[in-house]
C-alpha cells in the first residue's frame, strides 16, 4: 500500500503564491507518476499537473505558466507551486500515485489517493 500526505493549503489572496506538498510512504515505486487533481464544491475533480520519475510533466491548460510540478526522488515527496492564484483555484487540491509510468489526466489512472489540503484563494 502507497499512503499519500498532502500538506500546504491554506488562505491566499488572489495573485499570490503557495507550494503544495504530498509526501508518499509505504510501498513506492522506482517509476510511476503522481499527479495533481483538484475538486471544487459541486464541481467534479479535475486533473491539475502530473509528473513521472524522469521529470518529464502535463498541465491542465488552466494551470499552464502559473503552475510547476515538481519531484524530489530521495524524499518521495512531490511539490505544486502556484503562483498568480485566481479565486478560481479555490478547491481542494489532491495527490494521487500510479505505478506506471503513464502521464495521464484521467482520474482512474491513479490508485493511490491522499485525503486533500484546502486552498482558498480570496480577492
Known amino acids: 500500500q502507497v499512503q499519500l500526505v498532502e500538506s500546504g493549503g491554506r488562505l491566499v489572496q488572489a495573485g499570490g503564491s503557495l507550494r503544495l506538498s504530498c509526501a508518499a510512504s509505504?510501498?513506492?515505486?522506482?517509476?510511476?507518476?503522481m499527479a495533481w487533481f483538484r475538486q471544487a464544491p459541486g464541481k467534479e475533480r479535475e486533473f491539475v499537473a502530473a509528473?513521472?520519475?524522469?521529470?518529464?510533466?502535463i498541465y491542465a491548460d488552466s494551470v499552464k505558466g502559473r503552475f510547476t510540478v515538481s519531484g524530489d526522488k530521495a524524499k518521495n515527496t512531490v511539490y505544486l507551486h502556484m503562483s498568480r492564484l485566481e479565486i478560481g483555484d479555490t478547491a481542494v487540491y489532491y495527490c494521487?500515485?500510479?505505478?506506471?509510468?503513464?502521464?495521464?489526466?484521467?482520474?482512474?489512472?491513479?490508485?493511490?489517493w491522499g485525503q486533500g489540503t484546502q486552498v482558498t484563494v480570496s480577492s
Open positions: 494521487a500515485a500510479s505505478p506506471r509510468d503513464i502521464l495521464g489526466t484521467a482520474p482512474s489512472l491513479y490508485n493511490y
Open positions: 509505504g510501498r513506492t515505486f522506482r517509476s510511476g507518476v
Open positions: 509528473i513521472n520519475w524522469s521529470g518529464a510533466s
